[in-house]
């Protein structure tokens, strides 16, 4: 069993940034791809970004340039540095990990508020 805990999320105002952390209780470097999802109030997860374990990464469209996701050095977390933030990036953000297995893990999430 893997476990994902989401950190950093918060109350921002627009234009500014934020980074989310997700802490895995293996080694990142045992997970075959992890992502960041998005849940805006009344919608359905929304992918945000994805890296794979030989750090690959994938960003939705309208989100590259704004966002970074990457994992430590030490490969223990996966962060996503959020910049220029605005109102509609308001959301609860998830980070996911599926492994080679096809076992597949959430987190709780951590709201991102951005203020206008």
């Known amino acids: 069993q893997v476990q994902l805990v989401e950190s950093g999320g918060g109350l921002v105002q627009y234009g500014g940034s934020l980074t989310l952390s997700c802490a895995a209780s293996?080694?990142?470097?045992?997970?075959?791809?992890m992502a960041w999802y998005g849940q805006a109030p009344g919608k359905q997860h929304d992918l945000v970004a994805t890296?794979?374990?030989?750090?690959?990464?994938n960003y939705k469209d309208p989100l590259k340039g704004r966002f970074t996701i990457y994992t430590d050095n030490a490969k223990i977390t996966v962060d996503l540095q959020m910049d220029s933030l605005k109102p509609e990036d308001t959301a609860v953000y998830y980070c996911?990990?599926?492994?080679?297995?096809?076992?597949?893990?959430w987190g709780q999430g951590t709201q991102v508020t951005v203020s206008s």
């Open positions: 293996v080694s990142i470097s045992k997970i075959n791809h």
């Open positions: 890296i794979t374990n030989s750090g690959n990464s």
């Open positions: 996911y990990g599926k492994r080679a297995n096809g076992w597949e893990y």
